[in-house]
Every structure is written in C-alpha cells, then in structure tokens.
C-alpha cells in the first residue's frame, strides 16, 4: 500500500493572550477588507514548510527539533500587507529578530542534514489573518503586537468534514 502522506510545517504558535490581540488585529482587517478571517486557534507564523512527507517520516521531526538550538525573542508585528490580488491578508515584523534568522536557518540545515526538502521560497514571516480578501489593506502600518517567543511547534495540517485545521505534533523550548 501507498503510504499516507502528511502535509506537516514548523511553525511559531502565539500563547493565547497573543492570539487574542492577533485575533482582534485580523477582525478589524476583515472588516475593512472583507474575505474570510482566520479563526483564533489557527493564528501562527510558518518558519518551515515540509510539504507532504511519508508518514514514516514524520517520526524523524522531533529528534530534528530537539537538537536545535534556540534563544527567546520578542517580535514586533507592525506591518500589514497583501498578497495574490490582496487574497492574503498579513501582519509581519518590520524588523526581522536576528534570534529568528538564525532559528529559520537552522532549522533548515538541519532538515536538509536529515533529507527533507523545503520549499525554495524565501523566508518571509508573516502571521496570515484573511484570504480570499476584497480589497487591500487600509493601510501598511499598525500598532506594533508584541509577541514574546519561547518556543517553536510542529503541526499537521488536516481537513475535518472539508474544514482545515491544524494538529500540534510537538512544542520545544527555544533554549541554548
Ligand atoms: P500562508 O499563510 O502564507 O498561506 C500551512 O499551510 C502554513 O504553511 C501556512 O502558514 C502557509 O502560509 C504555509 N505554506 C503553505 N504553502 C507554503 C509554501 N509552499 N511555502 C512556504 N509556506 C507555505
């Protein structure tokens, strides 16, 4: 038999006040830009996307992610943009913390060491809070949302009863 493949992505998860502000940042960009709003508990910030890998293979992520090494950081979300025809609706930092260059960077070598393929796109972070928007953003700056990062997660992206949804595999500590 074919194995099951799984569409699988590390990603920062926000605690919950975070996502709370996130959230509240995302209702007012869809009021203003119609579309459909990301719900609260999906909120997050892609730091390397796999793609669909063998199930077997899924096994080899957190030994990859256990060796990492990591220091906290804080991001500052103050910038707001478009992609696609305005289709996606984002918040990024202006100023991207040296502390998550070096975790992306890492995180890719190490995969690459262990034979996963990443995707070519270059790393541009950004927390998604609509697709399928109408029209742009009001504007291109915001109120900076602080986010203090002390972890990273593992998740695998399903669908339930055609919704999509997230299940975390696996949270580490960004630690020496
Ligand atoms: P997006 O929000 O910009 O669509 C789960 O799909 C996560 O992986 C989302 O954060 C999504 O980013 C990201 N993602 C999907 N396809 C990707 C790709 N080809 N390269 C990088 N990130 C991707």
């Known amino acids: 038999p ?6 699988v992505f ?5 605690d ?7 959230h509240s940042r995302a209702q007012a960009l869809w009021t203003a830009c119609g579309g459909r709003l990301m719900r609260r508990d999906t909120l997050h910030l892609t730091l390397a996307f796999l793609g669909e890998i063998p199930g077997a ?5 957190p030994r990859v992610a256990a060796q990492l090494e990591g220091t ?15 289709r996606i609706v984002w918040l990024a930092p202006k100023n991207i913390p040296p502390a998550l260059t070096a975790l992306v960077g890492r995180l ?4 690459n060491a262990e034979g996963f393929e990443l995707e070519a796109r270059p790393f541009s972070p950004h927390v998604t809070l609509v697709r399928n928007a109408r029209g ?20 695998e992206s399903v669908h339930r ?15 020496g």
């Open 2 to 7: 074919v194995p099951a493949r799984r569409r």
């Open 161 to 175: 009863s055609g919704v999509a949804a997230y299940r975390l595999l696996g949270t580490w500590p960004l630690a």
């Open 10 to 14: 590390f990603a920062l998860w926000p």
């Open 16 to 22: 919950h006040a975070t996502a709370g502000v996130l």
């Open 72 to 86: 906290p950081f804080t991001l500052e979300l103050d910038r707001v943009g478009s992609w696609h025809g305005h």
């Open 108 to 111: 890719g070598s190490a995969l």
């Open 57 to 61: 293979a899924l096994d080899r992520l």
């Open 136 to 155: 742009a953003p009001p504007a291109t700056e915001a109120e900076a949302v602080h986010w203090p990062v002390a972890a990273f997660s593992l998740l």
